[in-house]
C-alpha cells in the first residue's frame, strides 16, 4: 500500500499543506486548553474530541506525539468567579481544573501528555517578555507592560487582519497608559482581589496571550509542529501568541495552525446570554459516552456542527449498525489460527471479501490523510458494514482467519475516531429506567430476583422465553422478545442457546 501524506488545512497558509513534522516520526503539537472558571461544557467536547482524533491519527501513522494542552488558571474570569465566592483565585481554579478534566476523562478523551499551568510558568513569562521589550517590541507603563502591535511587521498575518483598518474605530480605555489603541498587555500591575508575583516591573501578573507563548516555547521550543484550538481564538489570542514568541525569539513560531469549527445547539450559537449552554457531565446522565463522542468526531473538526438531541437519536443508531458487524466479525473469528490470511484456503467470495477490507482500509486512510475528514472516514466504515452484511447472507461460514483479520482493521480505523473504547459508566438515568421497566417485566411473568440487576434479569426472561417455546407458547415467547426489543435490548437464537445484546 502506497504511503500517503497527510494533508492539513492551515490557517497560516490559508491551505491545505503537506504536513512534515520537524523531527520525522515526532509529531510535537500544542492546543489551547480550558480557563478553568466554571464546569467543561460541549463546547470544550467539541474541540479536545477533535484533536484526540488528529492525535490519534498521527499514531495511527507510526509516529509518536508529544501533546500538550495547558490549563489557564490565571485569568480575569477566573479572579471575578472566584471574588464572588470569596475564595483565592488560585484555590478555585485548582478545584475547577480537576473537575474538567474529570469530565473529559468520563467523555472517554484522551489525556494530554503535559497540563502545564499558568501559574506554574510565571518565571518563563517574565523571561519572554524581558526578551520582547530588549527587542524593542514591548514598553513599560507604569507598572504595566504592553506590546507594540506596529512595530510587528506580520501583526494580522494569521487572521487576516489589516491594521489600518483595525485602528479605525479603535480607541485608548481611560485609565490604560497604551502608546496605541491596538497594543495589547504583556503585564498587568497588581490590583487589590488578585493574585500577584514579582516582576522586574513591580507586582502584577501575566496578560492572558504571553501565557501561551510561554508555556508552549518552554516545552517544545520556539519552533513545534501544530498549535491549534477553537476557531474563536484565531484572533486575538492566537495573532497575539504568533507576535509575542516571534518577537521574543526571532524564529517562526507554529507551523501548522489548526482551528475548531464552533459549535452551534439547535442553530443557535451557544452562549450564556442565551442560557443554552450544556454542562458534559449533565450530558452523560442521559446519553452513553461513546454516542457523544461519535457525535462529534463524525463532523468535519472545520465545520460547525449543530447540537440536538435528534442529532444524538441518529448518531446512536449508527453506532448500533457499528456494533453490530463487529459482533458478527468476533463471533467468525472464534477458532481462528492468530496467523496471516492463507489466501490460498480462501473461497471466491473470500477474496472478493478481502479485497473489500483492503479497499475500506485505503478509503479510511485517504479521508484522513485529506485534513482529517471524518465524515468520509465514518463513510468508509459504513459502506463496509453494507458489504460486509451482504458477505454473511452469503457465507454461511467464513474463513475465521480473514474474519479476524477484518476485525482488527474495523477496529483500528474505529479506534482512531474514538470507538470502540471500554465502556464507561452508562448513562445513569437511562439506566435506572430501563433497570425499573426490566423488573416490572419480570413480575408480569411471575418471576422475581431477590438481588436484580440487568443482567441477572434479562437471563431470566431468556429462560422464561425459552420454557414458553419448549411448551409450544409462541405468543408468550413472542411478546418477551418484543418487550425487550422495546428496552433496547435484541435476543439472537444461536446454536448454544440464545444470547442477549444492546440494539
Not at 411478546?479 to 444461536?494: A, C, H, P, V, Y
Request: charged share 25%; hydrophobic share 35%; net charge neutral.
Amino acid at each position: 500500500m502506497q504511503e500517503m501524506t497527510v494533508h492539513i488545512y492551515n490557517t497560516l497558509t490559508r491551505k491545505k499543506d503537506p504536513f512534515t513534522s520537524i523531527e520525522p516520526g515526532k509529531v510535537k503539537m500544542y492546543v489551547c486548553g480550558m480557563t478553568v472558571y466554571s464546569d467543561a461544557h460541549i463546547g470544550h467536547a467539541r474541540t479536545y474530541v477533535a484533536f484526540d482524533v488528529i492525535r490519534r491519527y498521527f499514531e495511527y501513522k507510526g509516529n509518536t506525539v508529544l501533546y500538550v494542552q495547558n490549563i489557564t488558571d490565571v485569568d480575569d474570569k477566573i479572579i471575578a468567579a472566584a471574588n464572588k465566592q470569596g475564595m483565592d483565585p488560585l484555590a478555585y481554579s485548582k478545584q475547577f481544573t480537576d473537575r474538567c478534566l474529570a469530565d473529559l476523562d468520563a467523555l472517554g478523551v484522551r489525556r494530554a501528555d503535559l497540563y502545564p499551568k499558568a501559574s506554574e510558568t510565571i518565571p518563563e513569562m517574565i523571561q519572554m517578555i524581558e526578551q520582547i521589550i530588549q527587542n524593542d517590541h514591548g514598553y513599560v507603563a507604569d507598572g504595566d507592560v504592553y506590546f507594540s502591535v506596529e512595530s510587528f511587521s506580520d501583526y494580522g498575518k494569521l487572521s487576516g487582519q489589516n491594521i489600518t483598518e483595525m485602528k479605525k474605530g479603535a480607541r485608548i480605555e481611560p485609565g490604560d497608559q497604551k502608546r496605541n489603541p491596538l497594543d495589547f498587555a504583556l503585564w498587568k500591575k497588581a490590583k487589590p482581589g488578585e493574585p500577584v508575583w514579582q516582576s522586574p516591573w513591580g507586582p502584577g501578573r501575566p496578560g492572558w496571550h504571553i501565557e501561551c507563548s510561554a508555556m508552549s516555547c518552554s516545552i517544545l521550543g520556539p519552533t513545534f509542529d501544530i498549535h491549534g484550538g477553537g476557531m474563536d481564538l484565531q484572533f486575538p489570542h492566537h495573532e497575539n501568541e504568533v507576535a509575542q514568541a516571534q518577537a521574543a525569539t526571532g524564529q517562526q513560531f507554529a507551523r501548522f495552525w489548526m482551528h475548531i469549527g464552533l459549535l452551534t445547539i439547535n442553530g443557535e450559537k451557544m452562549s450564556k446570554s442565551l442560557g443554552n449552554i450544556i454542562n458534559i457531565k449533565d450530558l452523560l446522565h442521559r446519553w452513553d459516552a461513546e454516542v457523544l463522542r461519535m457525535f462529534f468526531a463524525q463532523a468535519h473538526y472545520r465545520s460547525p456542527p449543530d447540537f440536538s438531541e435528534k442529532a444524538l437519536t441518529d448518531v446512536e443508531k449508527g453506532r448500533e449498525r457499528l456494533y453490530r458487524v463487529k459482533e458478527r466479525l468476533q463471533e467468525f473469528a472464534q477458532g481462528a489460527s492468530g496467523k496471516a490470511v492463507s489466501q490460498a484456503s480462501l473461497q471466491d467470495l473470500e477474496h472478493q471479501y478481502l479485497l473489500t477490507i483492503k479497499e475500506m482500509q485505503c478509503e479510511f486512510e485517504a479521508a484522513m490523510d485529506d485534513d482529517f475528514n471524518t465524515p468520509k472516514a465514518f463513510a468508509s466504515l459504513f459502506e463496509f458494514i453494507n458489504k460486509s452484511n451482504r458477505f454473511f447472507e452469503q457465507h454461511q461460514n467464513p474463513n475465521p482467519d480473514l474474519c479476524q483479520y477484518a476485525l482488527d482493521v474495523f477496529l483500528k480505523a474505529g479506534m482512531v475516531l474514538t470507538m470502540f473504547q471500554p465502556q464507561t459508566h452508562p448513562p445513569l438515568k437511562k439506566q435506572q429506567d430501563v433497570l425499573t421497566a426490566l423488573q416490572t417485566l419480570l413480575q408480569t411473568y411471575g418471576k422475581a430476583l431477590q438481588t436484580p440487576t440487568i443482567e441477572t434479569i434479562l437471563q431470566v426472561l431468556l429462560d422464561a422465553r425459552q420454557e414458553a417455546r419448549k411448551k409450544k407458547d409462541y405468543k408468550t415467547a413472542d411478546d418477551i422478545r418484543k418487550n425487550l426489543e422495546s428496552l433496547g435490548f435484541e435476543i439472537q437464537d444461536t446454536a448454544t442457546g440464545p444470547v442477549w445484546r444492546k440494539k
